[in-house]
């Protein structure tokens, strides 16, 4: 899959940002994804998600495609709504960040601390 580093930055620090919002919180490692991405959009609104993937329409259409296709055996996202194809590009792409942290694989099946929500973004920092 094709990200360009700018997007992928972009990415994570939105990740950063909403984890902060997970400290003193109950939220388990396997549902932390599911948390980011599934509980509100990353972009609302038709005009700012054309804006937001401008000359990368393709290449997300191309990634929810790749993605789609390998998970369920067929594309289910809206692929002419621009506001479904830059969240669905997001989720993707979140994904891929967070299956780099070591803590959060450790951590797996159990809450985690506000230490461990420091490591995490400590790691995605690097």
């Known amino acids: 899959m094709k990200v360009k580093e700018e997007r992928r930055q972009e990415i994570k620090e939105y990740i950063i940002d909403k984890m902060e919002e997970y400290k003193d919180s109950e939220v388990y490692a396997c549902d932390l994804h ?3 991405f599934n509980t509100d959009y990353y972009i609302i609104g038709t005009y700012k998600a054309k804006q937001c993937l401008g000359k990368d329409t393709f290449d997300a259409i191309e990634t929810i495609k790749e ?5 369920f055996g067929e594309v289910t996202t809206d692929l002419s709504d621009p506001e479904r194809v830059v969240n669905m590009y997001v989720y993707i792409i979140g994904e891929e960040i967070l299956q780099e942290s070591e803590t959060l694989q450790d951590k ?3 809450y985690l601390t506000n230490e461990d929500i420091d490591n995490i973004i400590k790691e995605l920092k690097i």
Request: aromatic share 18%; proline share 0%.
């Open 34 to 36: 599911n948390e980011l």
């Open 67 to 71: 993605y789609e296709q390998s998970n």
């Open 108 to 110: 797996w099946n159990e």
